[in-house]
T-cell receptor
Framework: NAGVTQTPKFQVLKTGQSMTLQCAQDMNHEYMSWYRQDPGMGLRLIHYSVGAGITDQGEVPNGYNVSRSTTEDFPLRLLSAAPSQTSVYFC?????????????FGSGTRLTVV | QQPVQSPQAVILREGEDAVINCSSSKALYSVHWYRQKHGEAPVFLMILLKGGEQKGHEKISASFNEKKQQSSLYLTASQLSYSGTYFCGTAEGPQGGSEKLVFGKGTKLTVNP
């Protein structure tokens, strides 16, 4: 039981490049979310999903795309990276049918855009 | 809309108590509390559902006043291991659950010997 796995752990991109941050969970969680963390800004919600095939925007969705073709995977795509997207990205997941259950976070991806 | 946390930072000596507050302008389904240590991922502490319940976890407890859309985290007899940044997350539950969890900016807690 690996929990929530994020890859890569570190990435440096040039402005304009595209990439996909991977997130996979093996706990059969229906809810999955992507957050970015910047100093002094807390955790800001980018996109979230309530199950395979269903996604929705969070607080800061611009510049990011997501899809959820399986329960396990929830990749985050940066279409054209910008320096403003330099951040630490966390993926998190949770059960939908357990009201007392919290989110489990991955270890994060530290992304630098130059 | 992000919930508002206060204070932004707290410095304690071991054994002292602290209260961290979280408020929202929207009606809430639930309030989550997480702790994040430097360089690590946030870790779930507890969740409070609407109904005004209070929960506890070791010497850390919390309350939720759904009418005021406010929650408070209570840390009693603090230990060095309590140091970290505490985040509250609020869920409006458009589908009736915690599917859209929005976090505050965090409260940095430092416990000194």
């Amino acid at each position: 039981n690996a929990g929530v796995t994020q890859t890569p752990k570190f990435q440096v991109l040039k402005t304009g490049q595209s990439m996909t941050l991977q997130c996979a969970q093996d706990m059969n969680h229906e809810y999955m979310s992507w957050y970015r963390q910047d100093p002094g800004m807390g955790l800001r919600l980018i996109h979230y999903s309530v199950g395979a095939g269903i996604t929705d925007q969070g607080e800061v969705p611009n510049g990011y795309n997501v899809s959820r073709s399986t329960t396990e995977d929830f990749p985050l795509r940066l279409l054209s990276a910008a320096p403003s997207q330099t951040s630490v990205y966390f993926c998190a997941s949770s059960y939908s049918e357990a009201p007392g259950y919290g989110y489990t976070f991955g270890s994060g991806t530290r992304l630098t855009v130059v | 809309q992000q919930p508002v946390q206060s204070p932004q930072a707290v410095i304690l000596r071991e054994g002292e108590d602290a209260v961290i507050n979280c408020s929202s302008s929207k009606a809430l389904y639930s309030v989550h509390w997480y702790r994040q240590k430097h360089g690590e991922a946030p870790v779930f502490l507890m969740i409070l559902l609407k109904g005004g319940e209070q929960k506890g976890h070791e010497k850390i407890s919390a309350s939720f006043n759904e009418k005021k859309q406010q929650s408070s985290l209570y840390l009693t007899a603090s230990q060095l291991s309590y140091s970290g940044t505490y985040f509250c997350g609020t869920a409006e539950g458009p589908q009736g659950g915690s599917e859209k969890l929005v976090f505050g900016k965090g409260t940095k807690l430092t416990v000194n010997p």
